[in-house]
C-alpha cells in the first residue's frame, strides 16, 4: 500500500470515521452556533433596543437588513477566498471579525451606528458559515456527507434558540447589551481553539505540492497505515457556466420555481425570525416570554431536519413539501391569534420553525438533485442568492406592516402568504419536468 497512489477522496470513503474527523465537525458546529447566536440577538433585544433608542414601531428594520445585506455580500465576496487561501484561515477570520463586531454592538448608542455594525459583523457571518459546511462535507464520507452537512446546520438552530433563552435571562437583570456583550464574549472564547485544533481541508492540501508534508501528517492521523503513500491530486475538472445556461435545456421552469421556492421561504422565515419578539410583546407578553416563544422557530426547525429528509427522499419533495409548506402557512396565520396565551403561541411558532426551517434544508438538496453535476454548484448557489434577497425584503415588508400598526392578525395572515406561494410552485413543479422529483 505504502507505493501506491491514492487520492484524498478515497481515504475519506474507505475508512471509518476518526478523531481527526471528529473534531472538524464538533469545531465547524461550535462555529455555526455561535454564528446562530450572533444572527439571531438583534432580533431577541429588537423590543428593548427599540425603547431606548426612542425609534417608532418597525424602526429597526433597517438594521435588520443591513445584518441581513452583510449576511449576502459575505458570502458572495469573502466566502470564495477559501479557494485560493484554504478554509481554515476564513473560518478562524470570519469568526474573529464577527465575534469582534457582536462585542461592539453592546456599545452602540445610536441608530446610524448599530446600522453600521451590524452590516459590518454580517460580512463575517456571511462568510463563516458557507466554509464551516465546505470543511465539514470534505472531512466527510460521500455516503455520509449530506447527514453530516444536516447535522451541522442544527447547530445554526441550536444557536438561535438558544440566543432567546440567554436574552430572557439577561434581560431580565441587566440591559440589553449583555446580550451582545456574552454572545460576542463566546464567540471570541472559540477562536484559539479554531486556531489550535481546526485543520485545513485535505482536499486543499492536496492541490498545493508544497504543502505534501503538511497533507500526509493530517492522512496518518486518519489512518497510520498510509503515512507512506503518495496522494494523488483530487481536484475534479468543472465546467464553469453563467447564469443563463440555468435556462438552457428546458430547465428554466424548474430554475424559476425554486427561485420563486427559495425567494418566499426565507422571506418568511427571517421575517418571523427578525419581528416575532416585537409583535408577540405587542400582543400582551413580556419580553422575556416573547423572547422564549421565539425560540420555538429554531427549536421546531431542528426537529423538522431529522423528520423530513427520510419523507422527502421516499416521497419525493414535490409531494411533501407542499403539505409542509399549507402546515407553516396555518401555523403562521394562527400565531396572530394566539393573543396572550403562552402554549398556543409556543405551539403556532413551533409549527411555523418546523415548516419553513425543515423546507429550507430541503430545498438545497432539491436544488442540488435538479441539476446535473457541471451546473450543481451555480444553481445552488443561485438559488440561495435570490433567497437572501427574499431575506431582506421580509424583514422590511414586517417593519412597515408594524410601522403602519397593522392589525397583529391581519400581520401574520399576511405573513402566512409567502408560504402558500411556495406550496403552490412545488405542486407546479410536479408537471413536466419537475415531475420527475415525485418519486
Not at 453530516?148 to 432567546?164: P, R, T, Y
Not at 492522512?219 to 445556461?245: H, N, Y
Not at 438545497?364 to 431582506?392: D, H, L, Q
Request: hydrophobic share 55%; net charge positive; charged share 10%.
Amino acid at each position: 500500500m505504502s507505493s501506491a497512489t491514492i487520492s484524498v477522496t478515497d481515504v475519506i470513503d474507505w475508512r471509518p470515521i476518526g478523531a481527526l474527523q471528529w473534531s472538524v465537525f464538533l469545531l465547524c458546529g461550535l462555529a455555526v452556533f455561535v454564528d446562530g447566536f450572533d444572527t439571531q440577538a438583534i432580533g431577541y433585544v429588537a423590543p428593548v433596543l427599540s425603547k431606548e433608542l426612542k425609534l417608532p414601531p418597525g424602526g429597526l428594520g433597517p438594521v435588520f437588513a443591513a445584518g441581513l445585506a452583510g449576511l449576502a455580500l459575505g458570502a458572495f465576496f469573502l466566502a470564495p477566498l477559501a479557494d485560493r487561501i484554504g478554509r481554515r484561515p476564513v473560518i478562524v477570520w470570519s469568526v474573529l471579525a464577527f465575534g469582534l463586531l457582536t462585542l461592539v454592538t453592546g456599545f452602540c448608542n445610536d441608530f446610524f451606528t448599530l446600522l453600521l455594525v451590524r452590516l459590518a459583523a454580517g460580512l463575517g457571518l456571511g462568510a463563516a458559515m458557507p466554509n464551516a459546511i465546505t470543511l465539514t462535507a470534505e472531512y466527510s464520507p460521500q455516503r455520509r456527507r449530506g447527514t453530516s452537512v444536516a447535522l451541522l446546520m442544527c447547530g445554526f438552530g441550536l444557536g438561535s434558540a438558544s440566543g432567546g433563552a440567554v436574552a430572557a435571562r439577561l434581560l431580565e437583570s441587566f440591559s440589553w447589551r449583555w446580550v451582545f456583550f456574552v454572545g460576542g464574549a463566546v464567540t471570541l472564547l472559540l477562536v484559539p481553539m479554531l486556531i489550535v485544533f481546526l485543520p485545513e481541508s485535505l482536499r486543499f492540501l492536496s492541490f498545493l505540492p508544497d504543502e505534501a508534508a503538511r497533507l500526509s501528517r493530517l492522512m496518518t492521523r486518519i489512518d497510520p497505515a498510509i503515512s507512506a503513500t503518495r496522494f494523488a491530486a483530487t481536484k475534479e475538472a468543472t465546467k464553469r457556466l453563467q447564469v443563463c445556461e440555468l435556462f438552457a435545456h428546458g430547465q428554466a421552469g424548474v430554475t424559476i420555481l425554486l427561485w420563486v421556492i427559495f425567494f418566499m421561504n426565507l422571506l418568511d422565515l427571517y421575517l418571523l425570525a427578525n419581528w416575532l419578539p416585537t409583535a408577540i410583546h405587542d400582543a400582551g407578553l413580556s419580553v422575556g416570554v416573547a423572547a422564549l416563544c421565539t425560540a420555538m422557530l429554531q427549536i421546531g426547525g431542528i426537529i423538522a431536519s431529522f423528520a423530513l429528509g427520510p419523507l422527502v427522499d421516499r416521497f419525493g419533495p414535490t409531494l411533501v413539501l407542499p403539505v409542509i409548506y399549507v402546515f407553516g402557512a396555518v401555523s403562521i396565520a394562527l400565531i396572530g391569534f394566539a393573543g396572550t396565551s403562552v402554549a398556543f403561541t409556543v405551539a403556532a411558532v413551533f409549527g411555523a420553525g418546523f415548516a419553513l426551517v425543515g423546507s429550507q434544508n430541503c430545498n438545497n438538496g432539491v436544488a442540488a438533485k435538479v441539476y446535473p453535476t457541471e451546473v450543481r454548484a451555480t444553481a445552488v448557489g443561485w438559488a440561495n442568492a435570490v433567497g437572501r434577497i427574499g431575506s431582506i425584503v421580509g424583514p422590511t415588508i414586517g417593519g412597515i406592516m408594524l410601522g403602519l400598526h397593522a392589525d397583529i392578525r391581519s400581520v401574520f395572515i399576511a405573513s402566512a402568504v409567502p408560504a402558500l406561494i411556495a406550496a403552490l410552485a412545488y405542486l407546479t413543479m410536479r408537471r413536466g419536468r419537475g415531475a420527475q422529483l415525485a418519486n
